[in-house]
C-alpha cells in the first residue's frame, strides 16, 4: 500500500511539474482564448449553415482561401524575430520594421491581382470584390507587426490570447448579425475590417518598441534568407491545406466544394484551432532552448507527449459524435456532409506530431530540410487528390485521410531521429 501511495504522489509530482510549463501555460493561454472564440464561432456556424447555401458556401471557400495563400507570407519576418540571438535583435527589428512595409504592401497589390484572373478560372465575378476588400487589412499590419514577433519572443502569449478573444469575438459576433440582416456573403466578409485594428491597439500597448532609424535594410539578407525557406514551407502548407477545396471546386463544381468545405471546417475546424495553439505556444518554447541539445531534446519529447494527451482523445471523439449532433447542430439538410467529416476529421491525428516536427527543424535552422520534405509531401498529396476526385468529395476526403495518416508520422519519426541520435551541430550554440 504504501508503495503504491509512493508511486501515485511520484506520477502526480510529475504530472503537476509537467503542467506548471512554460509550455503548457502558453497553451493554456491560447487554448482559454480559443475555447471562447469556439462558442462564439459554433453560433457563426450554425448561422451560417441555415441561412447560407452550399453555393454561397463554395464562394466563401475561395474567397478565404485566396486570402490565406496572402495571409501565410505574413508570418515569415514574425519567424526570424522569434529566433533569432539576442545580440542580433536590435539591428533584426529596424530593418525588419521597413522590409514588412514592402511586403504587405505587395501583398495587397498581389491578392488584389489575383482577384480577376480567379474569376476568370471560375466562371464567377462574385468573387472580386470581397477578395479586394479583404486585401484593405494588410496595410495596417506594418504598424504592429514587429511589436507582436516580439511578445511572442518574450513568450507573454497571455497579451496574443487576449488579442484573439477580442478579435473572435467581434469577427462572430458582427458575422451572425449581418447574417441575419441578409448580407449573404458579405456578413462574412466585412467584419474582416473589424479585428485588424484590435489587433493593431493591443500590440502598440503592450510593448514599448518603436522604430529608431530612417529606412534600413541592413542586414536584410539574413532576414530574407530565413524567412524564404519558411515562406515556401508554409505555401507549401498552405497549398496542402485548400489543394482538395481547389481541385473540388474546378472539377464538381461549387455545389460539391459548399459540402466539402463545411464538412472539412465542422468537422477539423476544433482540431485545427487546437493545433494553431500548439504551434503558436511550441516555437518560442523551442527556441528558448536551441543552443542546449539535451534541454531541446525535453522540451521536445514533452511537448509530443502534451499534444498526444490533447489531440488524441479530442479527434476520436468529435469525429464518434459527428452522426448525432450534424443534424442537430447544423440542420438535416447537411446529413450528407457527416462521411467525409468523419475522415477529414481522422486527419487531424497525425497533423499537430509534424508541425511539432517542422518546428523543431526550423529551431535549430534546418528549415531547408522543412522545405523539401514538403516539396514531397505536396506533390504526393496533389497527385492522390487528382486520382480521387474521380469517386467525388468522399474520395477526396479518404484520400486526405491516407496521406496524412501514413506519411506524416513517418516524417514526425525521421525528424526526431536526424535531429537528436545523430551529432548534428548546432548553429549560433554558445
Not at 38 to 44: D, G, I, K, N
Not at 387 to 414: C, D, M
Request: overall charge positive; charged content about 10%.
Amino acid at each position: 500500500m504504501t508503495i503504491s501511495i509512493r508511486k501515485a504522489r511520484s506520477v502526480a509530482n510529475k504530472l503537476k511539474w509537467k503542467l506548471s510549463g512554460q509550455f503548457v501555460r502558453n497553451m493554456g493561454w491560447l487554448g482559454g482564448a480559443e475555447l471562447v472564440n469556439r462558442v462564439f464561432r459554433l453560433a457563426t456556424t450554425v448561422t451560417l449553415a441555415r441561412l447560407l447555401n452550399s453555393y454561397d458556401y463554395g464562394l466563401i471557400a475561395i474567397i478565404l482561401i485566396t486570402h490565406d495563400f496572402a495571409a501565410l507570407f505574413c508570418s515569415a519576418i514574425d519567424a526570424k524575430i522569434i529566433q533569432t540571438s539576442d545580440k542580433d535583435i536590435k539591428d533584426l527589428c529596424n530593418t525588419a520594421y521597413w522590409m514588412n512595409w514592402i511586403l504587405f504592401i505587395v501583398i495587397f497589390i498581389l491578392q488584389c491581382a489575383a482577384a480577376f484572373p480567379l474569376a476568370w478560372f471560375y466562371k464567377d465575378n462574385n468573387i472580386i470584390l470581397p477578395i479586394c476588400f479583404i486585401a484593405l487589412n494588410y496595410l495596417l499590419l506594418p504598424i504592429g507587426a514587429i511589436q507582436s514577433s516580439l511578445i511572442r519572443r518574450e513568450n507573454r502569449l497571455n497579451i496574443i490570447a487576449l488579442i484573439n478573444v477580442l478579435q473572435g469575438i467581434t469577427l462572430n459576433v458582427a458575422t451572425v448579425v449581418l447574417a441575419l440582416l441578409g448580407f449573404g456573403i458579405w456578413s462574412v466578409i466585412l467584419p474582416f475590417g473589424l479585428v485588424n485594428p484590435i489587433w493593431l491597439v493591443i500590440n502598440l500597448k503592450n510593448h514599448s518598441w518603436r522604430p529608431k532609424v530612417p529606412f534600413t535594410l541592413y542586414r536584410w539578407q539574413e532576414v530574407a534568407g530565413y524567412s524564404i525557406n519558411v515562406i515556401v514551407v508554409e505555401f507549401l502548407n498552405k497549398l496542402r491545406a485548400n489543394l482538395d477545396y481547389l481541385i473540388v471546386g474546378k472539377f464538381l463544381g461549387f455545389q460539391e466544394l459548399g459540402l466539402y468545405y463545411f464538412a472539412f471546417n465542422a468537422g477539423l475546424g476544433i482540431s485545427m484551432n487546437v493545433l494553431n495553439v500548439i504551434v503558436s505556444s511550441l516555437f518560442p518554447h523551442l527556441c528558448a532552448a536551441r543552443s542546449n541539445l539535451n534541454q531541446l531534446k525535453a522540451r521536445y519529447s514533452s511537448s509530443l507527449k502534451t499534444i498526444a494527451l490533447i489531440v488524441i482523445p479530442l479527434v476520436l471523439l468529435q469525429s464518434s459524435l459527428a452522426p448525432f449532433y450534424v443534424p442537430i447542430v447544423f440542420g438535416q439538410k447537411w446529413v450528407p456532409a457527416i462521411p467525409i467529416l468523419i475522415l477529414i476529421c481522422l486527419s487531424a491525428l497525425s497533423r499537430p506530431f509534424a508541425e511539432a516536427a517542422k518546428l523543431l527543424l526550423l529551431t535549430v535552422d534546418r528549415s531547408r530540410i522543412a522545405l523539401i520534405w514538403n516539396l514531397i509531401f505536396t506533390l504526393l498529396f496533389a497527385l492522390s487528390l487528382i486520382v480521387a476526385v474521380q469517386w467525388g468529395v468522399l474520395g477526396v476526403a479518404a484520400a486526405v485521410l491516407i496521406t496524412h495518416v501514413v506519411l506524416l508520422p513517418l516524417f514526425t519519426w525521421w525528424t526526431g531521429k536526424y535531429i537528436f541520435d545523430k551529432d548534428l551541430p548546432m548553429r549560433n550554440s554558445l
